[in-house]
């Protein structure tokens, strides 16, 4: 199946060490025993690279002497051919796993190239967003097994300046899930923590997600949420949105999803969320899509070939993730409508993927910078019209 090209990336986010450890996500979401035994030697790979570049990247005038160009430039040699290994190792899994190692892959290849021809910036800004990809990945499915080399990280005076929202998206990125619960529970408890600062961070998303899809655990949030609810600075939009997911929260507790497979129970808590919804935007139903997720995800790991039913499952998650997705560095709502309509061209879903699809495409590149699409994105769209036809 091909991967669109377009790069959707319009984050400067400014994390000067959230990067590091990055790549070394440790053994992946869902995996056999077998699978992750042939997954961590590609890991270590890439976590000794990113460790040999982590300490000069830290530093913008080290990362340009001339005395230290060998040195990176063959650390990011190592990055890149790991990243092509877990990119490869990647298609034989499923897609959304597959994506994000291709992107990986291509985040790799392309710090490599800049720094060898003098961009120097460009290839530090984008170091400092490789993160993103492993947050992706990490944040999909249930918690298997921790990476303990990447521990080290956060005992380092660089990593203890980082604020806590930051830090937090790193241990969630080298898969210390439970410090990181405890990092935004933390904060969120803090009178000194600015509501502003949540909303901006999207906290609640990264805290959510890492709660319900990672932890497996809907009742952990419910009195963290009641507490932060009780702080008179809050906005209002925030006040009635912790109130629209504590009432979802409690609700799943009492009445857990059981019945169906995993695209059945997905398909019925997405017709409920939107049915909650009272405008295009509403984030009243963020709790109940982020469950949704969790059993769409699970159904696509385990349906990876195309059929008319992964089809729907990719369609259901381009429309969760257009609802839940943080990351302004790695879209994947663009990618699984691509997927489902790829998959079941002719199938009852691929106009509406292609209409959500092809809205996202204007919103996203539309605007003050003018009304045409980039040629890549226009060039994909026809693409896809053309299989749906």
């Given at each position: ?275 909650k919804m009272e405008f295009k935007v509403d984030r009243a ?25 992964t089809a729907e499952a990719y369609w259901l998650l381009g ?25 079941a061209p002719k199938g009852p879903f691929a106009k509406r ?37």
């Open positions: 199946m091909g991967l669109s090209n377009s790069v959707w990336r319009r984050r400067n986010i400014g994390l000067l060490v959230i990067l590091m450890a990055a790549a070394s996500a440790g053994v992946l979401n869902g995996q056999s025993a077998t699978d992750g035994a042939a997954t961590r030697p590609i890991m270590d790979g890439l976590f000794a690279a990113v460790s040999k570049v982590m300490p000069i990247s830290l530093d913008g005038d080290a990362w340009e002497k001339p005395e230290n160009r060998a040195q990176v430039a063959a650390a990011l040699k190592e990055l890149s051919d790991s990243a092509k290994a877990l990119e490869t190792h990647a298609m034989s899994r499923d897609a959304a796993f597959g994506f994000v190692a291709n992107s990986l892959a291509r985040d790799a290849r392309d710090i490599h190239r800049w720094y060898q021809r003098g961009s120097y910036g460009e290839s530090r800004y984008l170091l400092h967003n490789l993160t993103e990809n492993c947050i992706s990945c990490h944040a999909r499915l249930p918690a298997s097994m921790k990476f303990p080399p990447a521990e080290s990280f956060f005992r380092s005076a660089e990593i203890a300046k980082l604020p806590a929202l930051e830090k937090a998206q790193l241990l969630v990125a080298t898969r210390q899930f439970d410090q990181a619960l405890t990092v935004y529970e933390t904060t969120f408890a803090s009178p000194e923590t600015r509501p502003a600062e949540l909303v901006m961070m999207d906290a609640f998303t990264g805290y959510l997600k890492l709660a319900i899809r990672v932890k497996e655990d809907v009742q952990r949030p419910i009195p963290v949420l009641e507490s932060l609810a009780k702080r008179s600075d809050l906005p209002k939009f925030v006040e009635l949105q912790l109130g629209d997911w504590i009432a979802s929260l409690k609700n799943f507790v009492q009445k857990p999803p059981r019945r169906g497979s995993d695209l059945v129970i997905g398909r019925t808590i997405v017709q409920a969320a939107q049915r139903a963020l709790v109940d899509y982020i469950v949704a997720s969790k059993f769409l995800n699970r159904f696509v790991v385990a349906n990876p070939k195309p059929s008319a039913d429309v969760t993730e257009s609802m839940i997705g943080r990351s302004y560095w790695l879209s994947q709502t663009e990618f699984y409508l691509e997927t489902s309509i790829r998959m993927a292609y209409a959500l699809l092809e809205e996202q495409a204007m919103l996203e590149f539309t605007g003050s910078s003018g009304t045409n699409l980039p040629e890549d994105m226009q060039q994909l769209l026809n693409e896809l019209r053309g299989l749906i036809r």
